[in-house]
């Protein structure tokens, strides 16, 4: 079982940065894919950003490509979302979840996800 718990949401300004963090706990997650994804108030969540198990694949969705930016740190079970240039359309609840399979890229469905974490909002003003 993996319990994952995120951080580095806050309220911010129009062009502002965040940081997420997400740690994992209870086992090991080096050899699966992690993810990001978002919902926003009145929508379905949907992918943001994933990374692959080594770290050398990356896939971020059209809308944040070039602000945001995701890494891991399999040493310390951690992943992270740099946000930049936030946007008051970025508003959501951030999710990091953990890929059900083992050594492969980053799958983009909600259902290819085993575990999740509670959340972390993510509010920029204007």
């Known amino acids: 079982q993996v319990q994952l718990v995120e951080s580095g949401g806050g309220l911010v300004q129009a062009g502002g940065s965040l940081r997420l963090s997400c740690v994992a706990s209870g086992r090991t997650v080096s050899n699966n894919a992690m993810s990001w994804f978002r919902q926003a108030p009145g929508k379905e969540r949907e992918f943001v950003s994933g990374i692959a198990w080594n770290g050398y694949t990356t896939y971020d969705v059209d809308a944040v490509k070039g602000r945001f930016t995701i890494s891991r740190d399999n040493a310390r079970n951690t992943m992270f979302l740099q946000m930049n240039s936030l946007k008051p359309e970025d508003t959501a609840v951030y999710y990091c979840?953990?890929?059900?399979?083992?050594?492969?890229?980053?799958?983009?469905?909600?259902?290819?996800?085993?575990?999740w974490g509670q959340g972390t909002q993510v509010t920029v003003t204007s």
């Open positions: 979840a953990v890929d059900r399979q083992l050594w492969r890229g980053v799958p983009r469905a909600s259902h290819e996800y085993d575990y």
